[in-house]
């Protein structure tokens, strides 16, 4: 009864998570569709989203990567001391990580806002083709650059949020960044002569927003940081020593995004709007469950560490690898199939032609190539940071990052930028197979009973699916001239047909959705 109840204890806390993580890829969405709008795919969105790009990057490594990977096992650890002072001593550890963290941000921010020259000349050479596109850019980076600074000491509030068992909250607070610039997109630039300049406004006031959101939810956990510098604290340096290798290991995906950016900067102009729009599709399953089911299972995981039981770590790992294969598999063939019929009703207005579609859907179908992997990687990489293991991921990261660099070569040539993201999806599959591998190797996860008959029914059923599916993926002149509205309507049709199939193919093929508990996992009752 007790892993009966864990189970669901984190099912409840994955679709709390998943919930608000839905909000928040919605209203995304909506944000991407007035950007695609009111850039299109110009030399302007191009300095935009390089100048977006690099602190959404840093904040990957800072705040939801390395930090988050390193922060949350050692605050769990303080947490289930035992003792009548141990919460207030976590609490004293939380007063001094934040101020120290604070600090190492602050410097970062200021080097990186002086430093915008050089960042934009590193990270996107090719605008140098383009004085006015690199000089805007370098403009751009100088005002997005401080939302680092605040999107961090989020992730710091949301680790101590998730660690205390609070996660819709942290799960809802992106959705402010996206409202913050769906106002800057669609109510304020339209009006303005700098139309780009307005929206890098609205990343950091998204920003501050975040931050502000978080106080009182702290406040009422009873761990609002009182912000005390000290690199001295022990537990403050065991963060930092964690988080050295996490830096890089942690945010593999975002490394070969920024060398796609680097490579596309010298395609032909589009080409990294093109995989910016496609990737942002990706990370819609990628948040709602790849991200959300990472955030949920890293502090599970921590506290079975700390509290020295095996079994159930690796129960826990089992049973969301089990729905990783359940959602991601299914996830990224819709995508793959519904790749044109997506893009064309989301973005197919104002400035986004009906080729710059055809180019976003070839990045997306390659992209999703790689969406198993990627969520893989969220669930896997806690199993190694649970147990305070970041040099492992190095070591990982370091041979995916290689590999990236090697089909990048490969690919770009016969590919253009469909290239990049292929490159990016196969260098994520070798680094979620080797995260497996490692844990393998070391007994720290083994599988549980029924995984063949599984992939069986999870292959059998996405099959069904897609071949439903299928006819939609040409899109006719007709569906690019029909309003947004009959395209959305149609597109929710199809995609209603394809959960619908998926579903019933699994249910005929003896899966019970309400059966994937802890319980279910180690007696393979029902699966």
Do not use: C
């Not at 709008?37 to 990567?65: C, H, N, Q």
């Not at 830096?247 to 093109?274: E, H, K, P, R, Y």
């Not at 599970?300 to 159930?312: E, I, N, P, W, Y």
Request: charge should be positive; hydrophobic fraction near 55%.
């Amino acid at each position: 009864m007790e892993g009966e109840a864990v189970a669901n204890r984190l099912v409840r806390s994955l679709f709390a998570t998943g919930g608000m993580t839905l909000i928040s890829r919605i209203t995304g969405f909506v944000r991407d569709i007035l950007l695609a709008r009111l850039l299109g795919t110009t030399a302007l969105a191009d300095a935009f989203f390089v100048a977006f790009r690099i602190p959404s990057f840093l904040r990957r490594v800072f705040g939801e990567g390395a930090f988050s990977q390193a922060f949350i096992p050692v605050f769990a650890a303080q947490l289930h001391k035992e003792g009548p002072l141990a919460e207030d001593e976590a609490r004293a550890f939380v007063d001094h990580m934040a101020g120290s963290f604070a600090l190492v941000l602050l410097g970062v921010t200021a080097v990186g806002v002086l430093a915008a020259p050089v960042v934009i000349w590193v990270l996107a050479p090719g605008f140098l083709a383009d004085p006015a596109e690199y000089h805007l850019a370098v403009h751009l980076l100088r005002i997005t650059f401080p939302y680092l600074f605040f999107i961090s000491l989020v992730a710091m509030a949301a680790g101590i949020l998730n660690t205390r068992g609070r996660f819709a909250a942290a799960a809802f607070t992106p959705v402010l960044l996206n409202l913050s610039l769906i106002v800057a997109a669609g109510v304020i630039a339209p009006h303005s002569k700098a139309p780009a300049v307005t929206v890098a406004w609205g990343v950091f006031m998204g920003g501050i927003l975040q931050l502000m959101f978080q106080v009182p939810f702290l406040r009422h956990t009873g761990f609002l940081p009182r912000l005390r510098a000290s690199f001295r604290h022990p537990e403050v340096r065991r963060v930092f020593r964690l988080m050295m290798p996490g830096i890089f290991g942690s945010s593999i995906a975002q490394i070969n995004l920024v060398v796609d950016t680097m490579l596309a900067s010298f395609l032909v102009t589009g080409s990294i709007s093109w995989l910016y729009f496609a990737n942002r599709l990706l990370e819609f399953p990628l948040g709602i469950f790849g991200v959300a089911l990472g955030t949920v299972i890293l502090p599970h995981l921590s506290a079975q560490h700390v509290r020295a039981s095996a079994d159930g770590f690796g129960q826990s790992l089992d049973w969301a690898l089990r729905w990783v294969v359940i959602i991601a598999t299914p996830a990224a063939a819709g995508l793959m199939v519904l790749s044109m019929p997506i893009i064309a009703t989301l973005y197919r207005y104002g400035a986004f032609t009906a080729f710059d579609a055809a180019m976003t859907a070839r990045a997306l179908v390659a992209f999703a190539v790689g969406l198993p992997a990627f969520v893989l990687i969220k669930v896997l990489a806690p199993g190694y940071y649970a147990r305070q293991d970041t040099r492992t991921p190095v070591k990982i990261g370091v041979i995916a990052l290689v590999a990236n660099m090697v089909f990048n070569v490969i690919l770009i040539w016969p590919l253009a930028h469909a290239g990049l993201a292929l490159a990016t999806s196969l260098s994520g599959i070798l680094n979620a197979a080797l995260l497996y591998r490692g844990l393998r190797r070391t007994q720290v996860y083994q599988p549980g009973p029924g995984w063949r008959r599984l992939w069986l029914q999870v292959g059998g059923a996405t099959l069904a699916m897609a071949a439903l599916l299928w006819p939609a993926h040409r899109v006719s002149a007709g569906f690019f001239m029909a309003s947004g509205g009959h395209r959305a309507l149609t597109l929710a049709a199809w995609i209603a047909a394809g959960l619908g199939a998926y579903g019933t193919v699994m249910w005929l093929l003896g899966v019970r959705f309400k059966a994937l508990r802890l319980r279910s996992i180690v007696t393979n009752e029902d699966v």
